[in-house]
């Protein structure tokens, strides 16, 4: 049995995460794209077999891309406050680092399911992650998409105006990089 490691990095592809706002007066508030720009994840194989999956991605390396809606435009001193009360809310102060370690990859159809853990703010959940792999010319292509609960690891979603704008509590993050042959 011959094992091989895959390890990626932000220059293989991106991580980004979606923000959603809720409240009475969500349609003055901007959804958000932000790019988590330093993050590196390593593939063990067995036999070329993806089994196991180890990712960790830097909190403070979080840049805010882009926010839709709104009354108006979102300003770069607009992205730079979201981008100060993400981390603020995140605690990246204390918690660094979001990682996310798999117990067991299983094929499917598109590709593999990885069931594992992810730890966010300091508390653990486990986390099931559907990754599709598509064959190019030029090598791999793997995606995943899910949907996380900032509650479920102890985040309090920012809010403003007396809670009747939040940044909505699901956030989905999604996940693409690139492996050449």
Request: glycine share 8%; net charge negative; no cysteine.
């Amino acid at each position: 049995m011959e094992e091989s490691v895959w390890e990626f990095s932000e220059s293989d592809g991106s991580v980004v995460v979606h923000t959603g706002v809720t409240g009475p007066a969500a349609r003055t508030g901007h959804r958000l794209t932000i790019a988590m720009r330093a993050w590196t994840a390593v593939v063990t194989l067995k036999d070329l077999v993806p089994n196991r999956i180890a990712a960790t991605i830097s909190v403070d390396s979080m840049q805010v891309e882009a926010g839709e809606g709104g009354l108006i435009p979102m300003t770069g001193a607009e992205k730079s406050l979201a981008r100060m009360n993400a981390l603020k809310s995140m605690r990246a102060d204390k918690y660094p680092e979001i990682s996310y370690e798999s117990e067991a990859l299983t094929a499917t159809a598109h590709g593999y399911r990885a069931d594992g853990t992810l730890t966010i703010h300091g508390r653990t959940r486990p986390l099931s992650l559907d990754f599709e792999v598509v064959e190019t010319a030029a090598g791999r292509q793997i995606s995943t998409d899910a949907t996380i609960t900032q509650s479920d690891f102890g985040i309090k979603p920012y809010s403003l105006m007396m809670g009747t704008l939040k940044v909505a509590d699901d956030v989905r993050v999604v996940v693409d990089v690139a492996r050449a042959r």
